[in-house]
């Protein structure tokens, strides 16, 4: 079994505006597509994501953005549709997080104990969880809004849609390449022991790692709520 982890920095936020925080979301994009990103870097990523989508909010509440056309309102209404399906997906990955980090726990515990059964019923069970969290994304709307649209707001949002399902679909991703399953027949028994106490560690700092991301999923999924009461508020008035 194996674990790898690093860490890269993250560039420092821009001011909000339309074109600061187009600027943060390509900033972001670039991060997820790069080769060495972390799962600690992502984690960094979704709660910077959470910080846009505060930033979007409070772009809502600017006066020039209280008034809509028709033809704005008829977008807005199909982006709200879609950002309910980003909601659910993102509430998803909240709960995969939880049962891999609970998941990553009984493994440590079955290391300890020397449990190879249970160790590789784990990094198993550990696989499907990841798997079946993959499955989700083949569900969510592809659907992009065209960048001609005269609404601020729709292109932004649009925006941050498809940069949180790439992040998060990108976080799995990296997930899945975290654990291995362990060859013990291969290594005596002595090295077998040194190399749980290894393998414990970097277990430990995944845990912490998915913690992270169970933080940073629930911070974004706040902050998509706010946005989405704001824009209903505008909508509904």
């Known amino acids: 079994m194996a674990c790898h982890l690093r860490s890269i920095s993250l560039p420092s936020r821009l001011h909000s505006s339309e074109a600061g925080v187009q600027q ?67 509430n998803t990955m909240q709960e995969i997080f939880v049962e891999l980090k609970a998941t990553i726990q009984e493994l440590q515990v079955a290391l300890r104990k020397g449990d190879d059964a249970t160790v590789q019923a784990k990094v198993l069970y550990y696989s499907r969880l990841v798997k079946k969290a993959k499955q989700q994304f083949k569900k969510t709307s592809k659907k992009v809004t065209s960048d001609k649209t005269d609404c601020a707001m ?31 027949s291969l290594v005596s028994k002595a090295f077998y022991k040194r190399k749980v ?26 902050r998509l709520v706010q946005s989405r009461v704001s824009l209903l508020n505008i909508l509904s008035s």
Request: aromatic share 2%; with cysteine.
């Open 24 to 90: 943060e979301l390509q900033i972001l994009e670039a991060i997820i597509s790069s080769p060495s990103t972390t799962i600690i870097t992502m984690c960094d990523s979704l709660r910077r994501l959470g910080d846009i989508y505060g930033d979007v909010e409070e772009m809502i509440h600017l006066p020039s953005n209280q008034v809509c056309s028709s033809q704005q309102r008829k977008v807005l209404d199909e982006e709200m549709e879609s950002s309910l399906e980003l909601l659910d997906l993102c």
């Open 154 to 184: 729709v292109r932004l949002l649009t925006k941050a849609r498809e940069t949180t399902a790439s992040l998060l679909e990108s976080t799995l991703q990296l997930l899945s390449k975290q654990i291995e399953m362990p060859k013990q």
């Open 197 to 222: 106490v290894c393998e414990e560690d970097q277990l430990q700092a995944l845990e912490s790692s998915i913690g992270d991301l169970e933080s940073g999923a629930g911070h974004l999924f706040r």
